[in-house]
């Protein structure tokens, strides 16, 4: 709908004109910054479940991933999930 006070109607021609958006990708350094982050978040988590991806204590479920995606991003990263292990004690 449009609504106009006067009887007639004037666009502007730059209003017609489109123009691609410019996006642009995250420079290395913010890309080495929310990896870090992002590692950092996923060791964290792996702490306070002592090691544990799944299950309603692991760290995939704190993290609010499902266990795959936490997986994949573990190998991606490099994280050694088992230094987080606590020995069972008898």
Do not use: H
Request: with cysteine.
């Amino acid at each position: 709908m449009i609504l106009s006070d006067d009887d007639i109607f004037c666009v502007d021609e730059t209003w017609l004109k489109r123009q691609a958006p410019q996006f642009a990708g995250p420079t290395p350094a913010l890309n080495s910054a929310l990896l870090r982050q992002e590692k950092e978040m996923i060791e964290a988590a792996l702490a306070e479940s002592a090691g544990r991806v799944s299950g309603p204590g692991g760290a995939a479920a704190k993290l609010g991933l499902l266990r795959p995606t936490l997986d994949a991003k573990i190998r991606r990263l490099g994280i050694n999930k088992y230094r987080f292990k606590v020995p069972k004690v008898s």
